[in-house]
């Protein structure tokens, strides 16, 4: 069984004293918008390393967190993305499709470093069911805990964020360059006059037309 546990907010420099050195942080960005995918990020980092500045993605302008991930992904001993887009989620739910997402995002890094964390570090309290035996550690509020979650939050924002750019350029109604699908007043507005598209989430935006 997959050990799974509550971390200290100083949680790899725990893993390390304890000579577990091969350590993956996982993070997710795009539970709650009406439009546009859920994006699951996981990134190695070599053991110690300090971003300054990486910190929770929501707490960084936008800016900073494209210089963040410039310098995250030339550091990085590998990362990886993995994308559910809204017909998925309606399918499966929204917790399953960024279990689904976690899970794929930690098995495409583990393919680019060619091996298995020694620990997963996940942003939230549920752990993703991983398809290997490895220790996951859940992390409520990791992206503003642990370096290495906080450094797959920002390179999953960015990630997001330009994909919800992509389809502002077929959907420019709805805004998606400003408010990157989440239910602003604008967007709700612009759903009911012109109706839903292919990027939103159908089990999100019921009673809006």
Known sequence: MRKVTTAPSDIENALYNEGVFHVAGVDEVGRGP??????????????????EGVNDSKKISEKRRLALAEEIKSKAL??????????????LNILQA??????????RVCRKVDARPQAV???GTTAPPLSFETRV??????????????????L????????????HESFPAYA???????????HMAAIREHGL????RRSFTKGFL
């Open 156 to 167: 999953a924002k960015v990630e997001r964020d330009n994909i919800m750019i992509k389809f």
């Open 176 to 186: 998606w360059d400003k408010n990157k699908g989440y239910g602003t007043a604008a």
């Open 34 to 51: 009406l439009a546009g995918p859920v994006v699951a990020c996981a990134v190695v980092l070599p053991q110690g390393l300090v971003i």
């Open 137 to 154: 550690i859940c992390v409520p509020q990791g992206d503003a805990k642990s370096h290495l979650i906080a450094a797959a939050s920002i």
């Open 98 to 107: 960024t279990m689904q997402a976690m899970v794929m995002a930690v098995e």
């Open 197 to 200: 598209t292919s990027a939103h």
């Open 121 to 123: 570090l996940v942003d």
């Open 78 to 91: 590998g990362y990886a993305f993995s994308i559910v887009n809204a017909a998925e989620i309606d399918r």
